[in-house]
């Protein structure tokens, strides 16, 4: 079901909410009221069959009929959220966490994490998890982003960093808590969760999901003898990422007798996610990374400048070596099919994911478990439509590609997000963004205006801005926050529009994914002088 409206416009009573969905789509600007009211396909994750696409238009609030029955056209009324409301939407899901100190001394590499998810669909497809892992050292930090619907993401939030911390225990840590619930004992707490309240587990699925990990780690314990202590955090994390994946399309292969959680596992497995995590242990940074959301460390040079570093590679048709990789998987037949329009067989722009089960099982297994699953499955066109040129499956996969990274002193941020922010920003403003608001720097800086020609009066403009942003900057207390602020309200000289701002946050569910998707960020910083420590010590 979509969010209640008020989820998103709390500080916005009834009426208020009716007026601004009747004059959201009037404003100046032509990229807001002069495009298109189709979504765009390059703006859609998946490309449905053209029989079973469906389009929102906007509604006709303009049009009003007189006494006799007749439309007529009147002057639509203006009307911006103010900055109050405008911040209430902006900081409705923001969260943070910072690191507790040990006699008043921080001895964690990582200083605390900002996070925070704008929403351009109802409900929101991305997900974003935050942890500590404490029967191994180290935090994890994941954004996911769905498609075909929140349920895949959902449960890939909710699952895999319990997956990668089994797989990152010793031997002796697997038998500890298999022998536990052998003999009922309480168990072992693996991580430390930190989440937002907005941020559920699904109770339903808990002891599926329990059942599930649990044959996981006994199936570690008979493959591991207990004679190696070494455990290899980038095999780790690939073994998490495909196991649960192989799960995900087991258990809706299998079913469920429960009628409610045979239905959820089955949407689970035909909706799909991307993933993008980290796992920080001292200076140890690993990045695993399924599909297109991205991993940019911010650097700080000695004259102060800001550097972008990428540790993620995008999974999609940019990306040559993944070209490369699918037509060597399948039959040189289909070198021409496997992608088509810069999509997997025209229809998925991420080549890896997890779920998306229509493009990994057999037609036959498709249909068979479509034919004897639920009737919401059965009625569903999405479901049981088949992808063209559908001839060696499995085409997608959920394998992460993984990048290590050793931190240094100069390395002071980690930016995890979906491609929703991607989109909209370069990653060099991304980092500089989040490095001046971290350092409080960006109002020393001279004005850059991008080559444009500007008069005295449009000068003055921009500089009244710098001097309201002032303010702004000091509302953000979430450099994530701080970020969508910015990916949102830039203008074309990089500054905060409060007008544009008002305007795309005012806009109703069925415009807003025409404008931008989802935007899920999370910031994390780093203690310089931990890191540097830890270099003075080798």
């Known amino acids: 079901m979509p969010a209640p409206t008020q989820l998103f416009f709390p500080l916005i009573r009834n009426c208020e909410l009716s007026r601004i969905y009747g004059t959201a789509c009037y404003c100046h600007h032509k990229h807001l ?3 298109s009211p189709y979504v765009p396909q390059s703006r859609l994750r998946y490309a449905p ?9 906007p509604k006709e609030s303009w049009w009003q009929y007189n006494t006799q029955g007749r439309r007529y056209a009147s002057t639509p009324q203006r009307f911006y959220l103010t900055p109050p409301q405008v911040n209430s939407i902006l900081k409705a899901n923001e969260y943070s966490f910072k690191v507790p100190e040990f006699d008043g001394k921080n001895v964690s590499s990582v200083l605390g994490f900002d996070s925070n998810q704008l929403p351009a669909n109802a409900p929101i497809e991305d997900r974003r ?35 990668i911390a089994v797989s990152l225990l010793p031997h002796e840590t697997l038998l500890e808590i298999e022998n536990a619930v052998e003999s009922g004992r309480a168990l072992l707490p693996i991580l430390q969760w930190h989440k937002h309240p907005n941020d559920y587990f699904s109770k339903e699925a808990s002891k599926l999901y329990f059942n599930s990990l649990r044959t996981y780690w006994q ?9 190696s202590t070494d455990i290899d955090v980038k095999e780790a994390l690939i073994n998490a990422f495909k196991r649960l994946d192989n799960d995900i399309s087991l258990e809706a292969q299998v079913g469920d007798p429960n009628s409610f959680l045979n239905y959820l596992v089955l949407r689970v497995a035909f909706s799909g996610a991307t993933a993008c995590v980290a796992h920080v242990d001292g200076v140890d940074l690993h990045v695993a990374n ?9 650097v700080q040079e000695e004259d102060g400048s800001w550097s972008a570093v990428t540790l993620s590679n995008d999974h999609n048709a940019q990306n040559e070596r993944e070209l490369e990789r699918l037509k060597l998987e399948h039959p040189k037949n289909e070198a021409k099919s496997v992608v088509k329009q810069d999509r997997l067989l025209g229809l998925l722009m991420p080549f890896r994911a997890f779920g998306d089960v229509k493009f990994k099982w057999s037609i036959d297994l498709q249909k068979r478990v479509i034919e004897s699953g639920p009737d919401q499955l059965n ?15 499995p085409y997608l996969t959920a394998e992460p ?16 997000a979906t491609d929703g922010l991607w989109e909209t920003m370069h990653r060099q403003d991304v980092v500089r963004i989040v490095g001046e608001y971290l350092t409080g ?25 710098r001097r309201a942003k002032m303010s702004s900057v000091f509302e953000d207390q979430n450099a994530a926050t701080h970020l969508i602020r910015h990916a949102v309200g830039n203008n074309e000289f990089g500054a905060v529009d409060h007008e544009r701002l008002s305007k795309m946050l005012s806009l109703p569910e069925e415009l807003a994914r025409m404008y931008r998707d989802d935007i899920t960020i999370i910031v994390v910083q780093f203690n310089s002088h931990v890191v540097g420590a830890y270099q003075n010590q080798e």
């Open 441 to 465: 720097m960006h109002h020393q800086q001279p004005i850059a205006v991008g080559g444009y020609k500007v008069t005295l009066g449009q000068m003055h403009g921009l500089l009244t801005e």
């Open 129 to 163: 998890s935050a942890a500590t892992c404490l029967q191994t050292r180290g935090m994890l930090l994941g954004v996911f982003d769905g498609h075909a619907g929140c349920a895949c993401s959902q449960a890939v939030s909710e699952r895999l960093f319990y997956y």
């Open 290 to 298: 399924t599909g297109d959301s991205r991993a940019m460390l911010g």
């Open 401 to 416: 590609e993984v990048t290590y990274h050793r931190l240094r002193p100069q390395d002071k941020f980690l930016v995890l």
């Open 219 to 227: 199936e570690l314990i008979d493959l591991n003898t207990g004679e």
């Open 49 to 57: 069959h053209p029989a079973y696409a469906t389009f929102c238009r």
């Open 379 to 393: 009625d569903n066109e999405y479901t049981k439509f088949i992808p063209p040129n559908y001839y060696t499956p």
């Open 33 to 35: 009221c002069c495009s």
